[in-house]
């Protein structure tokens, strides 16, 4: 039987892709911090996963997740724990920002490369690495979120490339959503000006492309759309652009 571990297992996207693949009869590994919300989703599901609560926050305790799974002939990776910080660059509280630094950006690091040398020694496997529609441009006003996965999305693409060259059978992705129904914007702080697709559809539409091997996946047409245009607009209108958005965001929050 096929194995998964998913970060960021208790709520939003990681939650919905739990529930896909117990559906698919994958063993499952949960990681995430709430231990209670992670026993409640197991309750949940047809398959007894293994359940891991620890805050993976940093890069030596995304080692120590590692050194517990590494054993356990995992054959995909989902890496989706992560949070995002709003507000202006000066503004924004640092130690909050190195918190999602370290979450989004060296856990992710640490787990997607020493997992990938495992599958790449056994020539199979498939990691999810979570990013999203903000890694195609700056982000004013959550400028440290976009620059996160900005990050993610290129260290997947560069991965899949190598991997590529190699003729290797293991697949990496990147996930880009939109807007999307979870907490996330209860964390940042802001509230979403596109209406946002379902966790549930989001999750399903990503294992269905990381199945099929496809390295940046991207989706509802809607957000296809804005990330294509992304790619040929002026960098200082696509700047102002996301100001705007962020700002909108903002002040929907405030009203609230």
Known sequence: ????????????????LARIFDSLGF?????????????????????????????????????KLYELTRNDNVDVLINNAGFGVWGAF?????????????????????LFKLFLKDFQAKNSGSILNVASAAAFAPGPYMAGYYACKA??????????????????????SALCPGP????????????????????????KYAVKQMLKGKTVIIPGNYMKLACAASK?????????????????????????
């Open 180 to 203: 999307v129904a979870t907490e996330f914007n209860q964390v940042a702080g802001v509230n979403f000006s596109v209406k946002p697709l379902s966790a549930k559809y989001t999750a």
């Open 151 to 172: 990050y993610v999305l290129r260290l997947t693409q560069a991965a899949a490339f190598e991997l590529k060259e190699k003729k290797s059978n293991v697949k990496v």
């Open 232 to 256: 040929i607009m002026p960098s200082g209108a696509a700047l102002k652009v996301t100001a705007s958005i962020q700002k909108n965001k903002m002040k929907k929050a405030v009203r609230k």
């Open 27 to 63: 063993e499952l590994i949960l990681v995430a911090r709430r231990e209670d919300r992670l026993k409640a989703l197991a309750d949940c599901l047809n398959g007894t996963p293994r359940i891991i609560a620890m805050d993976i926050g940093n890069a030596e305790n995304a080692k």
């Open 90 to 110: 000066t503004e924004t509280d640092l130690d909050r920002e190195i918190e999602m630094l370290r979450l989004d950006v060296e856990a992710m690091h640490v």
């Open 1 to 16: 039987m096929k194995k998964a571990l998913i970060t960021g297992a208790s709520s939003g996207i990681g939650r919905e």
